[in-house]
């Protein structure tokens, strides 16, 4: 890399050097509105102090101490939110250039999603998620998922065993689960997964399905996987192994009716859901891929990515069998879902699966904030399937709300999102472990990394 491509990379914040491991200056939001995203509620006229990479206090303006030296943010007329968690996302693999891991986390971060769970792991992420954790790389926290249980990777019982036992070992958070995994692999796995104290989750595969995934207590269930497969009528000519693209095929012989008791055993059995709507979206939705090639978000990535992705959608709409009319079926069949799930008391949590066809870090999530809308949430339950909900997942009480002693993972808004959640796009900044990226700051790193 020549020296002049090192000092642009560096001006752009691309390549900065290795951020001090300390916590960042105390800062004071002032005179701010807070969600705390416990309730549904705001609380006005609220002074917040962040220390250490922690909310010390909150109370109303004038009566909170404020530290000597601290930064003083001015909040009058905007709104404080917890940051968002992505519980679908992807990192980058362990053989990316740093340009393109800081680029990829940075997305992240700059679009107001403060926690990542990466769902294909490599042993490099392990290593970025101590550096994020100790003040070291500018990062949203990192979720680690271990490599991928698949057909090609859990061949047999003796071998899925082996996997969680070393994924466990070397620290991963989880484990992934793809399609292919058979019966037998599967349930060697979930076993030894729950002896050794490792969640499990992503897709289901055909042989498992999504009855025997509930029973065996998935810590989430992605894109929605395994549910249309498993509303299939009685008599219908084809069966679940026609499935399509994500149930496509099966749009036609799905039986409503079916998916009352399914509701009723993912919640009762504590299963979260996420459902990466904004990738069906993309894939099925008439005017594809134009839509996705006009988005301002497709200059951040490569082009010959963007091109790939729109040969993709290309691909999956001039199939015969994906017709206009099947695909509008299946979107509202999805739409139906994710609303009939919520309104059974399943739990939703924020997944677009970035970057993926059309998805572009942070910012797929928040279009995903708004499909849940869409789908009949309210903006606070879908505001909450990016915070409040994901601290209840992770069972973690110091995630996802703003609270004393709450992580100090922060978006400043312009605008309320209990009004609309489409006014998470209008980000004032944002704080990640404490440190505050201010609205002049995020528009600098952005402009650093667009085509």
Known sequence: MSLRIVRILVTAGLLAPPLAAQAPAPVAFENVTVIPMDTERRMTGQTVIVENG????????????????ITRVDGRGKFL?????ETHG?????????????????????????????MLGHPAQLTWRSEAAAWQR????????????????????????????EQQAAGYDLLKIHPGVTRAAFDAMAATAKEVGIPFAGHVPLDV???RAIEVGYASIDHLDGYIEALIRDGSPVT????????????????RARLAPLARATRDAGVWVNATETLMQTMAADGQPAAMLADPAMRYLPEATINGWANSVRNLQNDPANSSARRADYLELRTWLIRSLHQAGVGFILGSDAPQIGNVPGFSALAELELMERAGLSPFEALATGTR?????????DVGTVAVGSRADLILLDADPLTTVANVRRQAGVMVHGRWLPKAEVDRRLAGMHR
């Open 209 to 211: 399905g999504v009855h």
């Open 138 to 165: 500018l990062s949203p926290r990192l979720i680690v998922a271990g490599p991928s249980f698949n057909g090609n990777t859990a061949t047999s019982p003796e071998v899925a065993v082996r996997m969680v036992r």
């Open 240 to 255: 679940s192994a026609q499935t399509g693209w994500f149930g496509l095929g099966l749009v036609d012989y799905v039986d």
């Open 90 to 118: 992807h990192l980058p693999a362990g053989n990316a250039s740093p340009e393109a891991v800081d680029r990829t986390l940075q997305l992240y971060l700059l679009n107001g999603v403060t926690t990542v769970r990466g």
């Open 54 to 69: 922690r909310i010390t206090a909150i109370g109303a303006a004038g009566q909170v101490r404020l530290p000597a030296g």
């Open 389 to 397: 909900n994901v601290g209840r997942y992770l069972k973690e009480a």
């Open 81 to 85: 939110v917890p940051g968002l968690t």
